[in-house]
């Protein structure tokens, strides 16, 4: 049995590149690394994220709101 760091260390530079763009005045974003994502909307904001078929562009499987 070993460790794997690369789920933690993925979340910590997500973490980190949330804070960086939020810092620089952003207030509505996705951060995607390796399918591990970050997403950040300002308060008085939503945002619609739509999952997209691997396929097909046209289709969505679905989408929620933040």
């Known amino acids: ?3 794997d760091p ?3 260390v993925k979340g910590y530079a997500i973490d ?3 804070s960086l763009l939020k810092k620089e005045g952003l207030d509505k ?3 995607n690394m390796g399918g591990d994502l970050g997403v950040y909307v300002a308060d008085d ?3 619609t994220i739509k999952i ?3 396929r097909d562009s ?3 499987w679905g ?3 933040i």
Request: no cysteine; glycine share 12%; net charge negative.
């Open 52 to 54: 997209q078929h691997p």
């Open 6 to 8: 690369g789920g933690f």
């Open 63 to 65: 989408e929620f709101q």
């Open 1 to 3: 049995m070993g460790i």
């Open 45 to 47: 904001d939503t945002a």
């Open 29 to 31: 974003f996705v951060v």
């Open 16 to 18: 980190e590149v949330v």
């Open 58 to 60: 046209s289709v969505f």
